[in-house]
Every structure is written in structure tokens, then in C-alpha cells.
């Protein structure tokens, strides 16, 4: 049997019950094959792939806070430090009702890639909480945050582990989190990323995830001679990507027609009302079907169903497997070239397989998604020199990171064979980096 089936089958045996952290190994290591099978002797012997996919560390906790009817909720809280390879472990908390041991590994996985891709050096590491922030007052969300912090502050650090924000975690939970950190060890470091702005935060990093999806997908077209003008975009969720990802559609010339939530979905189109969705979102916490208050001729439907529209260019922004195998039959059937990700897996494996083999051109969330990551190393920067840089020099470098890591994603499928093939290449050129850190630092 080959090493890479080897350690898959070892992952999915010694991990029970986590099928998107086997799906994130599975994708990872099935596109890694060219560079391991070539190195097959010594990768095994350093058994580097077991070392790649056992976290470092995994930590697991109890959160007690008390409701406002004075009653004790008790929530789950992860933190796993999964590389450190090439620098601090970075990446967010995500606050949801279904977060488990299992969702937390697979986005500690991922980081692991994106954040190398950036250039940056940052390390992988994913948080979270069962806790979910929907209808909770703000004084309740307060109690979980500083609770969670109370016991996560013992293990992070702006040297050792900087979360950020997710689902569920925004300007608001970071605030407290924040907040708890600086009360409990004394120190005002940037311990956190996607702070405010009056306290260490950086310009450009709330829009940075929305954003730097559509410069990827903008330097894509450019390659193909093509730009986003004109083209219409289908957008899900309606959270910090989706909202920025709209709001950069239109920048660069595109239509965006479509968002959603867990509830229903709206298809406007006349484009989608980028200050209605703000302020029903970012503003009332409510739900999208206020949308038609504001906008009367827009559809507000039930349920999912933004992959049935007919548009150029997809960006599934909510969650993960929210585009199945017949979503990708709709989306190749409605002629839509674009697949690029702005959540994390949102796509299941056998509907990538269907784009591709259907010519759709697919950009992976561990590229396409990782402006915002990236800000967030441009935040811990600035928080080490003690400064704030313009809106605009943040802008810039952001663009210049998406620009060059499709790139990097580009030439790394050319150069093994795989030419046009972006998850491929996203792997391969996050992987080396690694494993090259990995190898000179001995059997850590
Ligand atoms: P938000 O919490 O701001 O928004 C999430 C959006 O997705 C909401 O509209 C939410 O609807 C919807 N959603 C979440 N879970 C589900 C679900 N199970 N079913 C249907 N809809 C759902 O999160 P973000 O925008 O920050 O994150 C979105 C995705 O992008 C995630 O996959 C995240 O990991 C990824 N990502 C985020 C980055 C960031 O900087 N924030 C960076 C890179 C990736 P509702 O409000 O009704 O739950
Ligand atoms: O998935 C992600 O890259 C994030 N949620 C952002 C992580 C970060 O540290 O900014």
C-alpha cells in the first residue's frame, strides 16, 4: 500500500466519528501524492505525513457562564495547535452549535496550508465553541467570551497562538475576549487578531476575507484575459465574507445577485442592497427575511437554493459541504465558469471532481479565502512596530498576497502536471513550505 493510504486509512481509523477532519486529510494528502510518492523512502521513515496530520497539541475545555434568567450554561471549548512549523499558530475561533473536536481539526488542518500560502509566517491553528452567540443579549455574550478567555489565555500568546474571528466571532466577541486576556495576564500584546480599530486593530482586516477572494479570482481572469466586468455572481451566506465579498463584486465591475443564511436565501436581481444587508446583518443581528422591507422586488425564499441561479461566477462564504454533487450539476448545467471559495471546504469532494472534470475553474478556500488570514499577519505586525498603517497600504499588500498566490497555486499544478487543477496546486505549493521547515527542524 502506498504511504498516502496508508496514513488515510490510519486518520480515519484512530478518528472516529469526524468525517470533514478525514474529507480535509483525504483532499490534502490524495493531491499530495506526486511529491510523496517521489519522496516515498524518507517521508515515511520521518513518518512526516503522521507528524503533519497529529496535531501538536489539542486542548479541550469547559466553559461555565451564567444566562440572564441566572441560570448556569456549561459550553465546550477547543483550541488545537496543529503546526508550528513556520511560525505562531494563527487562525480563528468559530462560535456554533455544531462545533465538535472533529470541525475544529479540520479547519486547524487547512490553516496549516492557507496560512503557508500567504508567505507569511504563521503556523495552523483553529478554536471554538459549541456556544451559539444567535438571540443571546449582549451581557450573555460577554459571560461565555470571558469565560472562554479565562481558561484559553493560558495557552496563547502574540508569540506562541493569536485566534482571530470565524462564524459566530466578530469585532464584538473578539472585544471581549480581548478584553478578558489583557485583565488576566497583564499584558497589552496582539494576543488576537480582528481587534477594533481604537484598540490595535488593522484597517482592511474586517473587509480583508471578502475582498482578497475577489482579487484572487480578479488575477485569475486576468491570466485568461477576462475581468470581472459584467459578470453576474452568486454569493451564499451573509455574514463578514459574504458582506465584503459583495461589496468587492461590485468595485471590480460585477453583478452580485444572491445571498443567504441558515434560514432562506434572497435573489435580487437588480444586485444585491449592500447597505440593507449591513445594517439587517452587522447592525440588527436579524434575519434575511427583512431583506424585501427593503427591497420589494427581490425573491426571499426558504431554506438553500442560491446555486440554482444562473450566474458566471459562484462563491459559496457560509459553511462547510454547502455545495453538494447536484448543486455542481446545476451550477455546470446553468453554464457557470467561476467556482471560487470563500468559506472553508464549502464544497463536498465529489462536487469539486464534478466542476473540474466539467472544466468549471475551481479556486480552493485554503488560497481563495486566505486575505483574511493574511490581514491578520499584517495586524500582528503593526502591533509589533506599535503602528497602524493606512487603509490603503493594507489594501495593497493584501492585493499583492492574493496576486501572488495564484501565482504560486498556478505554477505549482503546471509543474506537476496538473495545469488548471487549483486544488492541486494549492497543496503542493502550501505543503513544501512546510515540510521544508519541518525537515530542517528535526523530529519535532
Ligand atoms: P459569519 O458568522 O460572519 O457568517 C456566516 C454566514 O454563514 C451567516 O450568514 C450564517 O447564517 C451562514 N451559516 C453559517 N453556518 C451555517 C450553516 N450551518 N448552514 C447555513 N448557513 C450557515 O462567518 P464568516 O463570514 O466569518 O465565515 C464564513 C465562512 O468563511 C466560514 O466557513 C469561515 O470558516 C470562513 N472564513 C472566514 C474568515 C474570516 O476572516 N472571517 C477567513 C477565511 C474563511 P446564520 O447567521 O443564519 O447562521
Ligand atoms: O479561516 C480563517 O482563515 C479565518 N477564520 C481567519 C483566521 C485568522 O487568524 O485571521
Excluded at 475551481?362 to 505586525?381: I, Q
Amino acid at each position: 500500500m502506498s504511504y498516502v493510504d496508508e496514513v488515510i486509512e490510519r486518520i480515519v481509523k484512530e478518528n472516529p466519528n469526524e468525517p470533514e477532519f478525514h474529507q480535509a486529510v483525504k483532499e490534502v494528502l490524495n493531491s499530495l501524492r506526486p511529491v510523496v510518492d517521489a519522496n516515498e523512502e524518507k517521508f515515511r521513515k520521518d513518518a512526516l505525513l503522521e507528524r503533519l496530520t497529529n496535531p501538536e497539541r489539542q486542548l479541550k475545555f469547559r466553559v461555565p457562564w451564567v444566562d440572564d434568567k441566572g441560570q448556569v450554561q456549561v459550553n465546550t471549548g477547543y483550541r488545537v495547535q496543529y503546526s508550528s512549523a513556520i511560525g505562531p499558530y494563527k487562525g480563528g475561533i468559530r462560535l456554533h452549535p455544531s462545533v465538535n473536536l472533529g470541525i475544529i481539526k479540520f479547519l486547524g488542518f487547512e490553516q496549516i496550508f492557507k496560512n503557508s500560502l500567504t508567505g507569511l509566517p504563521i503556523g495552523g491553528g483553529k478554536g471554538g465553541s459549541d456556544f451559539d452567540p444567535k438571540g443571546k443579549s449582549d451581557r450573555e455574550v460577554m459571560a461565555f467570551c470571558q469565560s472562554f478567555m479565562t481558561e484559553l489565555c493560558k495557552y496563547i500568546g502574540a508569540d506562541t497562538d493569536v485566534p482571530a474571528g470565524d462564524i459566530g466571532t466578530g469585532a464584538r466577541e473578539i472585544g471581549y475576549m480581548f478584553g478578558q486576556y489583557k485583565r488576566i495576564r497583564g499584558v497589552y500584546e496582539g494576543v488576537l487578531t480582528g481587534k477594533g480599530l481604537s484598540y490595535g486593530g488593522s484597517l482592511a482586516r474586517k473587509e480583508a476575507t471578502g475582498y482578497g477572494l475577489l482579487y484572487i479570482v480578479q488575477e485569475m481572469l486576468k491570466s485568461k484575459g477576462d475581468s470581472l466586468q459584467g459578470k453576474t455572481v452568486i454569493v451564499s451566506g451573509a455574514g463578514n465574507v459574504a458582506t465584503y465579498a459583495i461589496e468587492k463584486a461590485y468595485q471590480l465591475g460585477g453583478k452580485p445577485v444572491t445571498c443567504s443564511d441558515s434560514t432562506g436565501w434572497v435573489y435580487d436581481p437588480d444586485g444585491i442592497d449592500l447597505d440593507a444587508l449591513k445594517e439587517i446583518k452587522e447592525v440588527k443581528r436579524a434575519r434575511l427575511t427583512e431583506y424585501r422591507n427593503y427591497r420589494p422586488n427581490a425573491e426571499y425564499h426558504e431554506g438553500r437554493g442560491v446555486w440554482t441561479v444562473k450566474a458566471d461566477i459562484a462563491l459559496p462564504c457560509a459553511t462547510q459541504n454547502e455545495l453538494n454533487l447536484e448543486d455542481a450539476k446545476t451550477l455546470v448545467a446553468n453554464g457557470t465558469k467561476v467556482v471560487a471559495e470563500g468559506a472553508n471546504m464549502p464544497t463536498t469532494q465529489e462536487a469539486t471532481d464534478y466542476l473540474q472534470e466539467n472544466g468549471i475553474i475551481f479556486l480552493p478556500g485554503k488560497a481563495a479565502n486566505a486575505g483574511g488570514v493574511a490581514t491578520s499577519a499584517l495586524e500582528m505586525s503593526q502591533n509589533s512596530e506599535r503602528l497602524s498603517w493606512s487603509f490603503e497600504e493594507v489594501d495593497a499588500k493584501l492585493q499583492g498576497i492574493m496576486a501572488n498566490i495564484f501565482h504560486n497555486i498556478d505554477n505549482a499544478a503546471k509543474k506537476y502536471g496538473f495545469e488548471g487543477n487549483y486544488v492541486v496546486g494549492a497543496n503542493i505549493a502550501g505543503f513544501e513550505k512546510v515540510v521544508d521547515a519541518m525537515n530542517a527542524q528535526g523530529i519535532v
